[in-house]
């Protein structure tokens, strides 16, 4: 095929045999309910269904209309998108590149009661910083004081 749509020569032709039933699992209301708290930012949302794992939402702000590039976008476009400081080409939730944060707090915590390390009393302090054993490395808490006491139910 050229770029013009033109079929130039036929390499091979194979007939289609049928394929699988795909069920899409997208919450239309959720996602555009999303995509409306985010506009106008920089950011990522993925729910997934706590049961199955199936994708309810996802959604990458600032996002662009991808209609442009079905017949063909111009130099000019694809350049406005390309060269846009939000980066709207960047898809946040699959290519995003973001340290666990406090994201991982909720995992670790349910490791740790599950194999019993810890219990829902067991209190620890919540330093202002902490270091890696056997390192120079500091990590600071969001919260210049640190949290004093926590335990489970009171950590973030």
Request: aromatic fraction near 8%; glycine fraction near 8%; proline fraction near 8%.
């Amino acid at each position: 095929m050229d770029n013009h749509g033109r079929i130039v020569r036929l390499l091979k032709d194979v007939p289609p045999i049928a394929g699988k039933n795909i069920h899409l699992t997208l919450d239309l209301h959720l996602q555009e309910y999303i995509e409306s708290l985010l506009a106008g930012q920089r950011a990522a949302v993925l729910v997934e269904d706590p049961h199955d794992g199936s994708v309810l939402a996802m959604v990458s702000m600032p996002s662009y209309d991808p209609n442009p590039f079905v017949k063909g976008i111009s130099y000019q476009d694809y350049g406005k998108l390309l060269h846009d400081k939000n980066l709207p080409l960047i898809n946040r939730v699959t290519q995003g590149l973001y340290p666990p944060a406090s994201t991982v707090k909720p995992y670790m915590a349910m490791s740790a009661l599950l194999s019993g390390i810890i219990t829902p009393q067991t209190t620890f302090f919540g330093a202002p910083t902490w270091t890696l054993p056997g390192t120079q490395r500091h990590y600071r808490d969001w919260k210049k004081t640190g949290h004093g006491m926590l335990d489970v139910t009171k950590a973030d």
